[in-house]
């Protein structure tokens, strides 16, 4: 049986990471759920600031996963994604890497990177603007960066979320991931098929959760929770 790499181990030791953000989202939703059985607006309201900032974490961690996928990209490669303080910007720099596996000419390679840019974005960009300020300690009141003034945008933005935004964003970004996963494990060998098998599926597969997930609501939610015990 041959021995695992340093690499192999370390992406395996790091995996644990989100394991324990996938145990504390279930943890939270529970306590979400409840919140919502008893009417506790005000607990729901702490619930799912605390549901977003396991969301960010989750997708922290998730970029670092795949940065360090065994055989991936070079030590280099790694440094220069990681290094970045931005986290939109590390997913661009991740992207853009995975990208230059695949060396061919016309429009396809532009446009594809562009529609996976805009994913990461719709999903990364206002969640993260939004965890910046809860982190500190902007949780009713958010204000702009240098803290002088109010932030108008972002409090819409903070009033609107709730779980059923939350459970659809981190069903969307495994699907996004795996897109990324499968251009980092492509080589030219097998004409980068770990891509195309990755690419065209997972797309469909999210346009299937935003198209299900269009007519679900918080109250909707609440009334089906009551006429069910807890932990049913």
């Known amino acids: ?25 279930k943890e939270i939703n529970s306590s979400i759920n409840d919140a919502l059985r008893r009417d506790d607006d005000h607990s729901l309201k702490i619930y799912t600031n605390l549901y977003l900032l396991i969301y960010t974490s989750w997708t922290e961690a998730l970029l670092v996963k795949l940065v360090h996928t065994p055989s991936g990209f070079s030590d280099d490669e790694k440094s220069k994604i990681l290094k970045d303080k931005n986290i ?29 840019k805009k994913l990461i974005d719709n999903y990364i ?24 003034s109010h932030d108008p945008e972002i409090l819409i933005y ?8 939350i459970d659809t964003w981190f ?39 935003i198209d299900k997930r269009k007519g679900w609501n918080i109250e909707e939610k609440r009334r089906k929770l009551k006429l069910k015990p807890r932990g049913k």
């Open 1 to 25: 049986m041959p021995s695992i790499t340093p690499d192999q181990q370390f992406h395996k030791n790091f995996k644990k990471n989100l394991s324990i953000l996938e145990s504390a989202r």
């Open 88 to 116: 939109l910007n590390k997913w661009d720099k991740c992207l853009n890497t995975a990208f230059k596996k695949i060396i061919k000419s016309g429009s396809e390679i532009p446009n594809k990177k562009k529609k996976i």
């Open 125 to 148: 960009r206002t969640q993260a603007n939004i965890r910046n300020k809860i982190a500190h300690g902007q949780w009713e009141y958010p204000l702009y960066s240098k803290n002088m």
């Open 158 to 165: 903070m009033k609107s979320i709730d779980v059923i935004q």
């Open 171 to 209: 069903e969307i970004f495994s699907e996004i991931s795996e897109i990324i996963r499968g251009l980092i494990d492509s080589r030219e060998k097998n004409n980068h098929l770990a891509h195309y098998n990755q690419y065209y599926n997972k797309l469909v597969n999210i346009q299937t959760i």
